[in-house]
């Protein structure tokens, strides 16, 4: 990939130089554009950048899969294959090529050069940093495509060799203990601090050695179905290391800076947004599935509902009047597993009359879809204003909140202590601990909302009622009541991973749990069906079911999405090597074919 690499060499060095941006500036001579140019405290924003649009867009993508997003009819813009065949699961080889352009285009091309100008400066906290984000972009590409080129990507190699789904996890986990002795060192007296570079973490190594016990929680995790490599007390261990509370977590603060005007060489966005609002509500094409939203609805004997406290920040919303009065109306969820609306004209996009303050849908027969509310959200580069992020229209009605992860400004959460809790609690459930899974269990919930009401905290007084707090009175209520398991027999691994599928809303790891308990198949362990109520969508293109996913029944494992297949690139220029790397690479059913991991020993 000697090709990759020089292209992003010159994708950091021009975009550092037409930025004026404090984390993405280069001050070097721009009329000697060589590997040396970019400085440590210059490149290391970049790769970081990169990496996290690259896992950014795994999981928006990943959310079509697990139930979480569907498309609108109608789009015509931006990638036609994403929004006119995920929602179908009518996959094709283009859904998967933008985390893999950012990854080895954007960044992993900059790491050997980085690592080599940190050994000669004896900037050794860069050096970690490296092999952290190497780990987690390889492990990324792993889960993706499930075999990669790893030893031989980042050389002189034109057309590299592919290692297998398990080799890659044991480099990447090599890689994490390489990271750690780096970031204990001293560096050199004129050395770069790390802080100088570091948009994650400002520099604060305590944060990064926990994100690296973190990685290594998640991903031991991950081998729930290998029998002989699951080791519940290694992961354990790891989550003592790793990240305890806010402080300590890895969290991406972005920002809607009206001074944002420099885009990203590989994706035209803005480089100070949340990466979820560029790939998800950068547009009005993304709705919210009945799925994801009965999550937030607890509904009781009575008849009544008690919803999440979250509902109103994870879900979007919209303005309405009546008798004068403004008032904001959640949006519905999208049926697409019970009914066939996406082969019936729906979701249709709506319309806002700012005269008549009314929303109306003009395609014949779906009137009533004004009742789902668009993601989008719009920022500064847009034309919109730093403090209103939200949709609106020209009467300042607001057309959309956003969600919680999808605004200009939102976090990105990298590696939290509440996911942390999570994992402990799925491995002491594991092992018959039911006590000590409750516990965790309740942990994770209530970190999640503290996270959440931090940031809503920071914000400030906010126009956008999706960005005000959570009253406290409403989380210590929820959190007491039976909506969530009080006793240790009232906890099963379903609630445990519901409420995980909440709180690690769009993100890759959410379809890799699914995969791990097969879905709703119900046949993994005696746990039952851990995501119930989950299905393929009921308007899967036949040729989808017939080829792609050809599985008769949920039992049957290639009834599921399982993988990407490989994009163009690696299709077209390196062909014999990935047909070498699995009987099935070039197949119409690779998307059903597990990946090491999600292959029961």
């Not at 986990?173 to 802080?195: G, I, R, S, V």
């Not at 996913?549 to 690139?569: E, I, L, Q, V």
């Amino acid at each position: 990939m000697k090709k990759i690499k020089y292209i992003g060499l010159s994708l950091v060095i021009a975009m550092g130089f037409a930025s004026c941006e404090d984390w993405l500036e280069v001050n070097d001579n721009p009329n000697t554009p060589t590997q040396d140019v970019a400085s440590l405290e210059s490149r290391l924003p970049w790769i970081e950048h990169h990496y996290g649009y690259a896992a950014g867009t795994a999981g928006f993508r990943a959310g079509f899969i697990n139930g979480t997003i569907t498309s609108r009819k109608g789009v015509s813009t931006l990638a036609t294959n994403l929004h006119n065949y995920m929602p179908y699961w009518d996959a094709s080889n283009g859904i998967s090529t933008t985390p893999y352009q950012h990854w080895f285009v954007g960044a992993a091309c900059n790491l050997e050069d980085l690592i080599k100008k940190a050994e000669e400066e004896g900037a050794y906290h860069y050096i970690g940093v490296a092999h952290v984000i190497r780990a987690m972009g390889f492990m990324l590409m792993a889960d993706w495509y499930g075999e990669c080129p790893y030893t031989e990507a980042l050389g002189a190699y034109l057309t590299p060799k592919y290692d297998t789904g398990q080799a890659i996890f044991e480099g990447c986990m090599a890689d994490l203990d390489l990271a750690l002795p780096y970031f204990d060192m001293t560096q050199e007296h004129n050395a770069t601090p790390l802080k100088d570079g570091d948009s994650w973490n400002d520099g604060d190594v305590t944060k990064w050695k926990a994100l690296v016990y973190g990685l290594k929680a998640r991903w031991l995790n991950n081998l729930s179905k290998k029998s002989s490599l699951y080791k519940p007390e290694e992961i354990l261990s790891a989550i003592e290391k790793g990240p305890k509370d806010y402080a300590t977590s890895t969290i991406v603060n972005h920002v809607n800076d009206p001074g944002d005007t420099s885009s990203d060489a590989l994706a035209g966005d803005p480089l100070k947004t949340s990466f979820l609002f560029d790939c998800a509500a950068w547009s009005d094409h993304i709705r919210m599935t009945k799925y994801y939203t009965d999550l937030f609805e607890y509904p009781q004997t009575d008849g009544s509902v008690v919803y999440d406290p979250r509902r109103e920040k994870m879900l979007p919303m919209n303005e309405h009047y009546k008798n004068g009065e403004s008032y904001f109306m959640v949006t519905s969820g999208v049926d697409i597993i019970n009914s066939d609306i996406l082969n019936n004209s729906g979701p249709a996009q709506q319309t806002y009359n700012a005269s008549t303050k009314s929303y109306s849908v003009s395609t014949a027969g779906r009137e009533g879809d004004t009742i789902y509310v668009t993601l989008k959200g719009v920022c500064c580069k847009q034309g919109g204003a730093a403090d209103e992020s939200y949709y609106q229209g020209a009467d300042g009605t607001i057309l959309s909140t956003g969600t919680f992860y999808t605004l200009p400004e939102s976090p990105t959460h990298l590696m939290t202590s509440y996911e942390m809790d999570f994992i402990k609690a799925e491995v002491l459930f594991r092992q018959g601990d039911k006590g000590g899974a409750l516990t965790a269990y309740k942990n994770a919930i209530k970190g999640h909302l503290d996270f959440m009401n931090t940031k809503l905290k920071a914000y400030g007084t906010a126009n956008n009622p999706g960005k005000n707090p959570m009253p406290q009175a409403d989380i210590d209520e929820f959190l007491a009541s039976d909506c969530i398991a009080q006793t240790a027999n009232e906890l099963t691994m379903a609630e445990i991973m519901k409420q995980k599928f909440i709180a690690m809303s769009f993100s890759q790891q959410n379809w890799n749990d699914m995969r791990r308990f097969n879905f709703s198949a119900g046949n993994v362990g005696d746990f039952g069906v851990v995501y119930p109520g989950f299905d393929r969508p009921k308007s899967i293109r036949a040729t989808a079911a017939s080829q792609k996913f050809p599985g008769a029944s949920k039992s049957d494992n290639n009834y599921w999405w399982r993988r990407m297949a490989h994009c163009s690139h690696e299709v077209n220029y390196n062909a014999k090597n990935l047909k070498e790397s699995n009987a099935k690479a070039t197949d119409n059913d690779i998307w059903s074919v597990s990946v090491w991991w999600d292959v029961p020993e």
